[in-house]
């Protein structure tokens, strides 16, 4: 089956930068998304790459290079809100979704 | 809009019950999906619906039926609850393919648990 690799868990400070790295495997690959799911809720949509390069939104930006088979989300002037999960999913070859476990995000003051 | 709704927001069912969870959504959507996420894993495609009367199964089928009468309504069915169905279930919408980038709406999401 097709695996998504992220981290745990990481810490940032509040004001700082913080970038989510997410590795998936390229075959089949039809593009890649991240949500946010903060903790006992639904996840919320935030990106969606296909082509390789950066898609900025606001304070949110996603990369993707498809030849590396690598993404990551980049989170700016963290705010305590954004302490959440943050969800890396690949489009496979029959469009669904195949997600990764999740990274938890603690933003300390 | 009220978006993607499900019932029960909770359950506690002993094993061998049966349940239903329902699951409705008013933004006319065409695709429709059940996950299940159990804690540090990610989401786990139950079944899935690509419009009314077509249903079909994701990677973890077994246990669960679905049915797709109208396009708002996707209800899961659980025959025989056993304690590895103890997760959180998660339903979702979105006008058309994921491949087409189209986001998917979830549901708050209804908590199960088997004892």
């Known amino acids: 089956g097709q695996n998504i690799d992220q981290p745990t868990e990481m810490t940032a400070t509040e004001g700082a930068i913080v970038q989510i790295n997410c590795t998936y495997q390229?075959?089949?690959?039809?593009?890649l998304f991240w949500y946010q799911q903060h903790a006992g809720e639904a996840p919320t949509f935030l990106s969606y790459n296909v082509l390789d390069g950066l898609e900025e939104k606001g304070r949110f930006s996603s990369f993707l290079s498809r030849s590396k088979g690598y993404s990551y989300l980049l989170l700016k002037e963290l705010q305590m809100k954004d302490s959440a999960s943050y969800l890396c999913a690949q489009t496979d070859s029959n469009y669904q979704l195949i997600w990764g476990a999740g990274t938890k995000l603690i933003i300390k003051p | 809009n009220a978006g993607v709704t499900q019932t029960p927001k909770f359950r506690i069912l002993k094993i061998g019950q049966s349940m239903t969870l329902q699951c409705t959504q008013d933004m006319n959507h065409n695709y429709m999906y059940w996950y299940r996420q159990d804690p540090g894993m990610g989401l786990k495609l139950i079944y899935y619906?690509?419009?009314?009367?077509?249903?079909d199964k994701g990677e973890v089928p077994n246990g669960y039926n679905v049915s797709r009468s109208t396009t708002e309504d996707f209800p899961l069915r659980l025959e025989l609850a056993a304690p590895s169905q103890t997760s959180v279930y998660f339903c979702?919408?979105?006008?058309?393919?994921?491949?087409?980038?189209?986001?998917?709406?979830f549901g708050p999401g209804t908590r199960l648990t088997v004892t």
């Open positions: 979702a919408s979105s006008p058309a393919s994921t491949g087409m980038a189209y986001e998917q709406y």
């Open positions: 390229t075959s089949g690959f039809n593009g």
């Open positions: 619906s690509v419009g009314a009367g077509i249903t």
